[in-house]
């Protein structure tokens, strides 16, 4: 294990700590290299649910979700970063009762053992990696434990390099669009974050099916209105937030903010990039919705 700083394209370093080869973020948790080499063989319950992402993606969104639609509890404010697996000791996550909604942005053989031999259900998202590469910017600029002043355009490199916390996400989008040929016993469902912008119910009702809910039309609505943009930046906003006192998980929450970001020769050579990294592997992803 080691405390790295990385520098970007203009020299400016972002802090990550490595952990056997892999890199998370160096946040001032108690024992983080024991939790992450624990995760493998943290205690799996039949009926854990897991929500699995690259970070920026939209895990906080969809993880509310299914809280939402498991416990139908309008009441409780929890993030789902207390039921993160990569920062939660094996202990403290023992404790919340079941079903449990887990989450993490491993890869999928970084996923406990159990969650293979219990056959837990699965909800992966994706999200456009041009906005989750502005989002990733900005919640590097953010969160002090990144040390990172640097600058957008610079920034760039390190993710096309996988020089991030929680590595490619090239190599992530190829091993988790895998998952149904490397482990066929894992019950997931795939949600696009764009499908979600464009039409949440129709999402929500999908989550609902795929863990065997049953509920009104107007709790589906009711979802949908908690899980608002909006309403969970009010609710939740409070629990990271950066030195400039803005939310760092409910940044703007949009799709196609990348086309304020991204030069014309940026988004060639991310383009290139993705192309050359991505053969074979065909995502429709979404950049823009009319
Ligand atoms: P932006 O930075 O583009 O706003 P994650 O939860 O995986 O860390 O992803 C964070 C991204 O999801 C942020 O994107 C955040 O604003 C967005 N997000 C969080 N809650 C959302 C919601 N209820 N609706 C839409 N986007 C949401």
Redesign the pocket.
């Known amino acids: 294990m080691s405390v790295l700083k990385i520098p970007d394209g203009g020299g400016d370093n972002i802090t990550l700590l490595e952990v056997d080869g892999c890199l998370y973020p160096n946040s001032n948790i108690e024992d983080p290299v024991d939790i992450i080499k624990g995760v493998r063989d943290l205690p799996i319950r039949d009926d854990d649910v897991f929500v699995c992402?690259y970070?920026?993606?939209?895990?906080?969104?969809v993880?509310?979700m299914v809280r939402l639609l498991l416990s139908s509890d309008t009441d409780t404010v929890i993030e789902?970063d207390e039921l993160m697996l990569e920062f939660i000791k094996g202990k403290v996550l023992e404790k919340f009762p079941s079903p449990r909604i887990l989450n993490t942005h491993c890869f999928v053989e970084q996923l406990p053992r159990g969650v293979f031999e219990k056959k837990c259900k699965i909800i992966y998202?994706l999200?456009n990696p041009k906005?989750m590469a502005?989002?990733l910017f900005?919640?590097h600029k953010k969160l002090i434990c990144y040390e990172y002043k640097g600058k957008w355009e610079n920034h760039l490199s390190l993710l096309m390099d996988g020089k991030v916390d929680f590595g490619s996400f090239f190599d992530y989008m190829k091993d988790w669009a895998a998952v149904g040929k490397t482990h066929p016993e894992l019950p997931t469902l795939t949600l696009m974050?764009e499908d979600?912008?464009e039409d949440p119910l129709t999402g929500i009702r999908k989550l609902a099916k795929f863990l065997n809910v049953e509920k009104s039309e107007e709790f589906y609505h009711k979802v949908k209105d908690l899980?608002?943009?909006n309403?969970?930046?009010e609710a939740k906003g409070k629990f990271f937030k950066a030195p400039d006192g803005s939310a760092v998980?409910?940044?703007?929450?949009?799709v196609g903010?990348w086309k304020n970001y991204f030069t014309v020769a940026q988004n060639e050579a991310f383009d290139r990039l993705y192309k050359e990294n991505m053969a074979g592997c065909d995502i429709n992803f979404r950049y823009s919705l009319k």
């Open positions: 992402a970070p920026k993606c939209g895990t906080h969104w993880w509310e789902k998202i999200r906005d502005v989002s900005h919640h974050y979600l912008k899980t608002s943009f309403k969970m930046k998980m409910y940044r703007k929450g949009e903010d």
